[in-house]
């Protein structure tokens, strides 16, 4: 796919002031990590390159549209030559790889697409990087990055006297989904090895907060019982994770970009376990409160236990003490404040959730961008 430019012109920054590239920035974790990016003093400009598949939404991302220091590219991460003319045109310091198919469900009936977004596109970035990575000077050199942003399904499901994932603990997939990222993740740490480039992964617990597409447990419960719909729980909603509020993420992904040891993995958890049917029952309560004239209170009455989705790994919980001690990164939420946040964000933002459950948000380049080119160039 070339590359198409959908926002205000970009700003070309100068040599001490170069840009970071990141994939994926329309998505849950991407959007709010561009968001986030700019209220930081000092930031840095980015080139944010993503293909809008059905989790992307340009919408997200309205609130940084028009900075000058901001440059969106419509395109896909498989696409090796549009990955080297960004690199050859841009200059970044740094390439931070959030793009990902992350769906567990949708890995399960239709893996091929996480396959190839998730290992063969972390291949092409690398390729690309490293050849990239060739080209700068050796002060150059020194500070580029490369960041891969992972997942904690790559360790598999914990036994009952393991503690919590930590950096050595040996990956055991579950799912099509974990799988390919674990394949992703042996990758750049192969690249790293192999060719000697600057890399460093972070493998995150499960994230919540605003702007997250709604088919995961969390805004898919709110849209649901804001409307009567069942409440499904897989199993018997015993299935516990590690829950991250996706703005202490952002933090962290920042801190580890800042300061982590070249060729390192570092976990980032919330220390907010919590089992499934925990986290509905919360849900319901909040809802009860924040909205208490809804016809559907209480909203526990919604709850259905559903058959439980096939290799369903049972516990997630990570061990952050690598981060905290080495990066003085701390998680600042609480689950019940961060619950709180989110609930009331999606309170507060029902067009967004409209636009993306009923599939409007789809329409947004065919609607406003038709008199443009593959290419990007006016007709």
Known sequence: MKETD??????????????????????????????????????RPLINLDKLTYAGNFASLAPVQDNPAYHFVHGDILDGELVARLLREHHPSAILHFAAESHVDRSISGP???????????????????TYFQTLTPEEQVTFRFLHVSTDEVYGTLTPDAPAFHE???????????????ASDHLVRAWHHTYKLPTLVTNCSNNYGPLQFPEKLIPLMITQALTGKPLPVYGDGQQVRDWLY???????IRAVLAGGRIGETYNVGGGNQRANLQVVNTLCDLLDELVPHSPYAPHKQLIRFVTDRPGHDRRYAIDARKIESELNWHATESFETGLRKTVAWY??????????????????IQQNYSHRTESGEPQ
């Open 6 to 43: 959908i926002t205000s012109p970009f700003v070309k920054p100068s040599n001490q002031d170069q840009p970071v590239l990141i994939t994926g920035g329309a998505g849950f974790i991407g959007a709010n990590f561009v968001l986030d990016w700019f209220k930081q003093p000092n930031a």
């Open 246 to 252: 996706v703005g202490d993420h952002c933090s962290a």
């Open 112 to 130: 091929e697409a996480f396959l190839k977004t998730n290992i063969d596109g972390t291949f092409v970035l690398l390729r690309e990087a490293h």
């Open 347 to 364: 309170l507060a933002n029902t067009a967004w959730t409209e636009n993306v459950t009923s599939g409007a948000y789809k329409n947004w």
């Open 168 to 182: 050595d603990t040996p990956y055991a997939p579950n799912s099509p989904y974990a799988a390919s990222k674990a």
